[in-house]
């Protein structure tokens, strides 16, 4: 603000009228510099003055004009105040309707600009609204947001407004104790700053209290010194309500005649401001005074009168009679509900690519959006990745970065609550917002960061590119609705990665403990290998030393002969095992850790499997048994995953099944089944389950023992596997000592693209 308007500022409190010549001049020199936002301030001053005076309305066209420049230019400051100002001439006006557009609008943009005195200002302006429309609980609601925006200015000016308005609120509840409490402040704030007009409305408001309370005289008093400072001042406004109230103390003390005459003048005032709701109250006193003295026809004039403006009032305010017609589209569900259905579709609950872009596809039809973002941050980079758009291919770039929308990527960064911006242009990057759309006019957007797991990670965008949006509250809470099944998506995303991640760590876990068996098994061919050689060794040196002495008997090559055909034979029998050993876990190893879709004999590779894990079942004394009463079958499939599924259920066998038995017995069975190319069956004759564990048994990260080598993922990663990578079904049964019967289902597969 410049020294020159500051001084003005100054002046205007005591000669508005001068103040205003000076501003105009100022105005019209600013806009010839072309410092649009000087003379844009400049006028927001003169209607400051003019509200005072009760003249502002004839600045509704130049606020409106001011308005469409501000946008134009970005200047997003003196776009707040000129939507406050328009939201005060319709207010007066009784255009609750249009006042109620321009001050929603200007709280939002108060939020983008961080222009704190104009959101204040807005909000005292909606709570007067809903005081006048009967709902001074919503009143209260907007006063408390606004008394926590207070303490963060120091203004006097706003601090006496607030306070004054908090007490006709309070006046409303008729808690008169509060509301004086409150006019009292009023008053301290008002003469604290030399705000004459609320110095007088202050003294009015107390004047109102004290005829609430039947004092009359004290009443008429401070109504009197009200009137005094409003004509001082220029505040015709306050002229009219305190010519009502000194009618009312007349009329209460019986002077009905001079009571009539202050009406008049009330009246005359409301009629000078073009408030329509004063006017209406005045001539309603009016016609009661009138009857008071037995006039019925003046009565009945001031009725009719009264009726007229009442119903203009209706006119200017009353709720939209119809709204769009797809509104009322019973072909189409209305939006909340196709919110509620898009929340229940499975797809949101994998966290996959295919799943953010599906979503966003049907939340941008279903909010009619002309387009919708997700940017995902990629904070050690400094950088903003767009992961999921509908419709696709409109950015310039789905990468912003130091070198791409700086501004735009430093932004989306730092939000960390919801950016509303009904005009692109006031965006707090807007120049970078509107190139990133090339052949686009972006007109509005709205932004909702994106959170998981307690932290930002990104923000969801939504911008029209047709026809300019206000983003109502509606339209903000459906926004953060769609946000929240994108969190959904990511939430799952994230688990599906922790869960893969822990399936991995246990199937290498499975694989070392397969690793130790057959190792621990190998150990006894492989030493009994080493001591045939070693001894056959010993026997070729007593031979070789035997010859060189010329001592060599027949005898004794014979014997030599017999040991080493017996240690060769030993040898190759137990180099022969270890091999076999070897072989059998290199494939079924190979199998677990690459997974690769062949062809198999399943008895053939069942008996491979249960021979890797022999060395545990033989420490553990529990039997095993293969049934193929159909023969053996060949299949294609993923060898690899049935491995990992026959290791679990052992597994989870011993460790739960067998527990307290010494000689457990586990049986497959394996047949052809009608339906599917395979019925793999397998049992043990252990514990057996309670039905809430049977219940839950397929759960990931549920255990029975947690603590004592039981993940919670065996029996978890089973059922993935059979219903996921093999394409088959599984399915449990179990009672409390009776074992546990396990039966799954497997097709004839394909091989998957990897």
């Known amino acids: 603000m410049s020294p020159e308007l500051q001084r003005l500022i100054l002046i205007a409190r005591r000669h508005p009228r001068l103040a205003l010549r000076c501003y105009q001049r100022l105005q019209q020199q600013a806009s010839a510099a072309g410092n649009t936002a000087c003379a844009l301030d400049v006028l927001y001053q003169r209607y400051f003055t003019l509200e005072r005076l009760g003249e502002a309305g004839q600045l509704q066209e130049e606020l409106e004009h001011g308005l469409q420049l501000a946008r134009q230019q970005c200047l997003a400051v003196q776009a707040g105040k000129l939507l406050e ?91 008169i104790d509060d509301a004086e409490q409150q006019f009292r402040l009023g008053l301290q704030h008002a003469q604290e700053g030399g705000i004459g007009e609320y110095v007088a409305e202050a003294y009015w408001h107390i004047g109102h209290v004290l005829y609430d309370r039947c004092d009359y005289a004290a009443a008429r008093q ?109 072909l189409q569900k209305p939006v909340d509900e196709q919110l509620l259905d898009l929340s229940a579709d499975p797809l949101i609950n994998h966290g996959t690519q295919s ?9 941008a039809g279903i909010l009619r959006i002309d387009w919708l973002g997700v940017w995902v941050f990629e904070r050690p980079a400094r950088q903003c990745r767009c992961v999921a758009q509908s419709p ?64 930002t990670v990104g923000v969801v965008s939504f911008v029209q590119t047709g026809s300019p949006r206000k983003w109502s509250r509606e339209d903000q809470q459906r926004a953060a609705h769609v946000c929240h099944l994108f969190e959904r998506v990511f939430v799952n995303q994230e688990r599906e990665r ?43 040196k007593s031979l070789g030393l035997q ?32 091999a076999g050993l070897i072989t059998s876990f290199k494939e079924v190893a190979v199998d677990q850790g690459s997974d690769v879709f062949r062809a198999i004999s399943l008895r053939h590779y069942l008996e491979e499997i249960f021979s890797n894990l022999g060395p545990v079942l033989r420490r553990s004394g529990h039997a095993w048994e293969l049934a193929f009463p159909d023969g053996d079958i060949e299949c294609q499939t993923y060898p690899g995953a ?78 993935n596997l059979v219903t996921g990578r093999l394409k088959g079904r599984i399915s449990a049964e179990s009672q409390p000592g009776q074992g546990v019967r396990f039966l799954i289902g497997l097709p004839q597969l394909e091989p998957t693209a990897e």
């Open 222 to 330: 401070h109504t009197e010194l009200a009137l005094q400072l409003a004509q001082k001042h220029g505040y015709l406004w306050l002229r009219s309500v305190a010519y009502d109230t000194l009618a009312s103390v007349l009329q209460a003390q019986g002077d009905v005649p001079a009571a009539m005459v202050l009406c008049e003048q009330a009246l005359e005032f409301a009629e000078l401001t073009g408030s329509l709701y004063q006017q209406a109250r005045h001539l309603g006193t009016l016609s009661a005074l009138a009857e008071q003295q037995q006039d019925i026809p003046r009565a009945l004039a001031w009725a009719r009168r009264q009726h007229a403006v009442e119903a203009e009032m209706n006119r200017l305010s009353a709720p939209e009679r119809m709204q769009a017609l797809r509104d009322y589209d019973l």
């Open 355 to 363: 799943a953010l872009q599906l979503l966003a596809e049907r939340a």
């Open 392 to 455: 696709q291919g409109q950015l310039a770039q789905i990468v912003l970065g130091a070198s791409q929308q700086p501004q735009l990527c430093r932004h989306l960064l730092a939000t960390a609550s919801p950016v509303v911006a009904p005009d692109a242009r006031l965006h707090p990057a807007a120049g970078d917002l509107l190139a990133l759309f090339p052949g686009l006019t972006v007109q509005s957007a709205l932004e909702m960061p994106l959170r998981v797991l307690n932290a």
């Open 642 to 719: 049935l491995a990992q599924i026959i290791t679990n259920l052992v597994n989870n066998s011993l460790l739960h099944g067998f527990e307290q038995q010494q000689h457990g017995r586990m049986t497959v069975t394996v047949r052809r089944s009608e339906g599917l190319d395979v019925l793999l069956e397998y049992r043990d004759d252990g514990a057996g389950m309670a039905p809430d564990i049977l219940r839950r048994m397929f759960d990931p990260f549920f255990t029975t023992k947690l603590g004592q080598g039981g993940s919670g993922l065996g029996m978890n990663i089973v059922y």
């Open 547 to 578: 010859l060189a002495e010329g001592r060599l008997a027949k005898s004794a090559l014979q014997a030599f002969m017999h040991t080493a055909n017996d240690s060769v034979g030993l040898t190759l029998r137990n180099l022969e095992r270890a």
């Open 85 to 175: 100002a328009l939201g005060r001439v319709h207010f007066t006006h009784s255009e609750y309707r249009e006042a109620i557009d321009c001050w929603t609008q200007c709280i939002d943009n108060s939020l983008l600009s961080g222009d704190l005195a104009s959101g204040v200002e807005a909000r005292i302006g909606l709570s007067q609204i809903s005081n006048e429309l009967g709902d001074p609980g919503q009143g209260a609601r907007y006063f408390m947001d606004a008394a926590g925006l207070i303490d963060q200015l120091d203004d006097h000016y706003l601090a006496a407004k607030l306070a004054l308005n908090r007490g006709v609120n309070y006046f409303h509840f008729n808690r």
């Open 498 to 540: 922790l869960q893969e991640e822990m399936q991995l760590s246990e199937k290498m876990a499975s694989l070392g403990r397969l690793v130790a068996g057959v190792a621990h098994e190998i150990n006894t061919p492989v030493g009994i290998s080493i001591t045939a050689i070693s001894h056959l060794q010993g026997e070729l």
